[in-house]
């Protein structure tokens, strides 16, 4: 923490204290230690321009605790998602007064633009909104390779090929309207605001973050946000144009 934020969020060593036995649960459950078995040694160092804790985890027995590496990834990345899941928390947290209103708006935000594409969509099926062939031909090709496709077309059911036309269409449909790109500019500000109160003072984390984030709106991966996806989807097997 900056020593404004520190005084202004009252966060001392007691405050940190409750705040790790409150998250104990949580931060067993990154490194994969039984909370039963987790213990959490801490020093508090209240130094003048940057507050901060060092911490050690560690379990009761040499079973205790391990990280999973994910496809393409090293043992210090896999580290590094541990260590970040429980400094997202913290964070959270510490922050959760000044990041409340900003959740808040992104949701709203996020419904917008979603409710701005579906009527977009509609409105290019009734052929009353003026909409680049770019687009026309990119719903037109992934209607077809979707008539191809046996079964449920949702887009967390698609092969990866036809997701990422689903991508491109939903990149070129925003880049492309006016005020879906607003929205989405405004969106993309909000989640920038958000990371930045996890990573304080990092820029080289914050710019991975946005860029990772960027990603998964228009390449979610399994778990995250579809509806977008799915919406252009539904779009694409009902519009009248071929």
Known sequence: LDREDQQRLQVDRDYLQDLMEAQKTLWAKAYNIPPDHLHICASFHDVAHHPHIHVVLHGETASDGYVVCRQGQDMGQAFKRCRETVKSAIANEIYREDTQHLKVEKNQQRQTMNQELEKL?????????????KIQTALSALAADLAKRPGKHQYGYLPPALKLQVDEVLREIVSSDRQLKQLFEAYEKTQAELVKYEYVGK?????????EWEKSFFHPAKGQDTRRHNIIIQAAETLPFK
């Open 203 to 211: 820029k080289e984390t914050l710019a991975k973050k946005m860029t």
């Open 121 to 133: 969509l509609i409105e290019i099926g009734r052929n009353s909104h003026p909409v680049p062939d």
